[in-house]
């Protein structure tokens, strides 16, 4: 039974909900803030207080927290249709024209998509997929997955397993058979000397003993980020994907790209993999896909898993897995506009427009004593605040750091991320540069202020 008599919205909150992601002792200091609504790239919580979001939520809120394109496709497809799942040789019209548009702005020159309510469910999905088509060609030893440490796949047993991050040792995990690869971030893990296409060619050397050593013929699949995100917004070293794709094409590992950050424009194209100069066999994608405005994931297949997926599942008639809700025609009817409003309506635009004016002002902030680096790619960016900066020393981590300066810019009205030591943006794509403006003035005063107590 909840306690209706408690009588602030924060104690309420405490009373009855388990937090997830949360650092519990800045609960127990300031209270969860509570939100209400937003309108274009602000939240305003249960007091009035106004808050530029400069994580667009939580990646996904590109469009901004009010777009009223996408919350009239939903009313619609409300009022027409409100739900339907894709089982039994069923589907709504909305995820056979989502699929079709998905496939049509994916780098692949044809594929299939699968539907999910998840990034981590995608991910999921994706490796029962590979794990089925090793059972069906004969290869049922072929179940490792390769990743990366800090790479970041999700919190399902599996995804969990497929992410490279000390706090899953809480639960047990990862599963056996997930293999962590170095985490290619030169500016942090390049040897003294080592120049960063030594460091790169490190990175691929890496690859190719762990498939030898493994087997190759025991290795399902490799799943990265092009650029990665709850890591600590961290892009691969010069010419990484160059040199790993290669070598997974030569043992006939497939490579999914993770873009459920990535995708639809964050790093100014489409695609995370064509601002790096791939195709994968296969792509992850949520978030932006429905600009946050309905929970839903896909995996998007290419040419040759499409066939090799078609195939195994005609043997036995049948793909046994989906969700209840995937494919769901009102998830799918925002994903068609979301598409749509990101692509045509000038959303993608304004990223390549504003990530000149993004990564001046990630510059200006990093030469600051405390900031080591600044990092990113299109609107998605960080600092890393270090103790030392020629040393690249980090602070204590009893000092929370990066959660101190996370607090600092909410009470200046600012949210921003904590990961790690460093500080994450990733702006919604409907930023202006007085916003943009505004998020460097907020976040400069916190920097200032924490650095004055703790350096
Ligand atoms: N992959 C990546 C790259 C992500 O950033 C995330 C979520 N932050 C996920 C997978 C998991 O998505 P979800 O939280 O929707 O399960």
């Known amino acids: 039974m909840s306690d209706q008599t408690l009588n602030s919205w924060e ?6 909900s388990f937090y997830g992601f949360t650092d519990l002792p800045t609960i127990k200091e300031r209270g969860t803030t509570v939100l209400t609504h937003g309108k274009g790239a602000y939240v305003y919580d249960v007091h009035g207080r106004e808050f530029l979001d400069a994580n667009s939520g939580l990646w996904n809120m590109v ?5 009223p394109g996408l919350i009239a496709a939903a009313k619609a497809q409300y009022d027409r249709f409100p739900g339907y799942h894709a089982f039994f040789g069923r589907m709504s019209d909305q995820t056979v024209m989502l699929s079709e548009k998905l496939v049509e702005v994916s780098p692949f020159a044809r594929g299939k998509v699968f539907y999910t309510n998840s990034g981590s469910e995608a991910n999921d999905t994706m490796v029962k997929m590979l794990w089925f088509l090793g059972g069906a060609e004969g290869k049922p030893q072929r179940r490792k997955i390769l990743t990366r440490t800090n790479g970041y796949h999700g919190v399902t047993a599996v995804s969990a397993s497929m992410t490279g991050k000390p706090y899953n040792s809480v639960f047990g995990l990862p599963l056996d058979g997930f293999i962590h690869l170095s985490c290619p971030h030169y500016w942090r893990f390049g040897k003294d000397g080592e120049t960063e296409t030594q460091f790169t060619a490190r990175m ?5 003993e762990t498939i030898l050593r493994e087997g190759a013929d025991t290795i399902a699949g490799f799943f990265a980020e092009p650029v990665m995100g709850a890591g600590g917004v961290i892009p691969p070293s010069a010419g990484y994907f160059q040199a790993v794709q290669p070598i997974l094409k030569k ?3 497939p490579l999914i790209a993770d873009e459920v950050i990535t995708g639809f424009g964050r790093t100014g194209a489409t695609w995370g993999c064509q601002t790096y100069d791939f195709i994968p066999d296969a792509i992850i994608s949520s978030k932006n896909l429905t600009a946050g405005f309905f929970p839903m994931g896909a995996v998007i297949l290419g040419p040759e898993l499409t066939d090799r997926l078609q195939a195994a599942a005609d043997a036995i008639e049948e793909f046994p897995h989906g969700f209840t809700a995937s494919g769901h025609p009102v998830g799918c009817a925002i994903a068609l506009k979301a598409i749509d409003v990101v692509m045509n309506e000038g959303l ?3 990223v390549r427009t504003l990530t000149p004016l993004f990564e001046e002002g990630l510059k200006r902030l990093s030469e600051k004593k405390n900031i080591g680096e600044w990092r990113g790619k299109g609107l998605m960016g960080a600092l890393e605040a270090v103790a030392d900066k020629d040393t690249k020393r980090p602070f204590d981590g009893s000092l929370s750091v990066s959660e101190r300066i996370a607090n600092a810019c909410t009470d200046q009205g600012l949210i921003c991320r904590p990961l790690g030591q460093a500080v994450v943006l990733c702006p919604p794509f409907i930023f202006t540069p007085s916003d943009m403006d505004k998020m460097f003035d907020r976040l400069e005063k916190a920097l200032d202020g924490v650095f004055a107590e703790v350096a």
């Open 251 to 253: 043992y006939g590992i």
């Open 348 to 350: 993608a635009e304004n």
């Open 204 to 208: 691929a050397a890496e690859l190719e």
């Open 11 to 16: 104690a309420r909150a405490d009373a009855n």
């Open 63 to 67: 469009a901004g927290f009010d777009h």
